[in-house]
């Protein structure tokens, strides 16, 4: 058998809420990742939908957490990034891929600030300028398509799209410097949601699309970003990964409606995960 593969997974802890962190851990897990964290601040619940949340900035964390690792010599075989704790962080992470950098590595950036055209509550508009330039670091960037809008400087719009709109806002991403991009909440219609695959090199696109059910459901930009890398790190070409994370979300969305759970309590992916390890062929 294989080695193990290990990522650095570069998310804040929402101690309840089911995103960052405590999705991308055991996603990773299960798909046989061994997967390190590197918490970037704790908060008790994440920011969406929670009153009076507490909010602890590691920022002053990372560098030491980093020094010591690069004392015991530690490799990844990916590096992945979403909700970051301070502004401070984004040339942080972007030093720390450079320290991990190495040939084959995949550096996986999530730029996690905003959705459904709005930033996040705690973020300034200086975010989007960042977090475009952390973009430029990456192998891959997975953002929605608010997060795209800021970092572009387009116009938001909401759904149904058409394809000129979303082709020309993968462009505009290309240039901030990512090799392939993966753009979320993509759809044509009313019956079915999913991401646009862009590969810079080659100029393509593809859609990857799953049944889509109306309205947000939180949390699932983790789920299937998390699901996405373990694609990725299982072998999988990026559409087909792309595929598997939107079915896994879909199936996540659908089993927390059929127990008619809150929604801001995050989706049921733990229940979901034989899908996902299934079509990773671990299962
Ligand atoms: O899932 C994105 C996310 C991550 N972390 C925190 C958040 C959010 C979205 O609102 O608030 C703390």
Redesign the pocket.
């Known amino acids: 058998m294989e080695k193990q593969k290990r990522v650095c997974a570069i998310?804040?802890i929402?101690c309840v809420g089911r995103?960052?962190l405590t999705v991308a851990l055991p996603i990773l897990s299960a798909a046989g990742m061994d997967c390190g964290i590197l918490p970037t601040?704790v908060?008790s619940t994440?920011?969406?939908g929670f009153e009076g949340f507490t909010y602890r900035d590691l920022t002053v964390d990372i560098q030491p957490i980093s020094a010591h690792w690069q004392k015991l010599g530690l490799g990844f075989d990916a590096l992945y990034s979403?909700?970051l704790g301070s502004f401070e962080q984004i040339d942080l992470v972007g030093e720390l891929f450079d320290t991990y950098r190495r040939p084959g590595n995949i550096v996986l950036v999530d730029p996690?600030m905003a959705d459904e055209g709005k930033l996040?509550s705690i973020y300034s508009p200086e975010m989007a300028q960042g977090m475009a330039k952390l973009c430029g670091k990456a192998d891959i960037i997975i953002p929605n398509i608010t997060e795209a809008c800021f970092m572009v400087d387009e116009e938001y719009k909401a759904g149904p799209y058409d394809k000129a709109y979303i082709e020309n806002l993968l462009k505009k991403l290309a240039e901030l410097g990512p090799k392939q991009i993966v753009l979320t909440g993509v759809h044509f219609d009313e019956k079915s949601l999913g991401a646009a695959v862009y590969d810079a090199h080659q100029d393509s696109v593809e859609y990857v699309m799953s049944q889509r059910v109306e309205g947000h459901f939180?949390?699932t930009?983790?789920v299937f970003g998390s699901a996405l890398l373990s694609g990725l790190l299982r072998g999988k070409p990026l559409a087909e990964a792309a595929q598997i994370a939107c079915d896994y979300v879909y199936e996540a969305i659908r089993i927390t409606l059929d127990l008619s759970q809150e929604r801001r309590y995050g989706v049921a992916f733990e229940m979901a995960l034989p899908v996902l390890m299934k079509k990773l062929d671990i299962l």
Request: charged share 10%.
């Open positions: 998310h804040d929402s995103c960052s601040a908060l994440h920011t969406g979403g909700f996690v996040y939180h949390g930009g983790d």
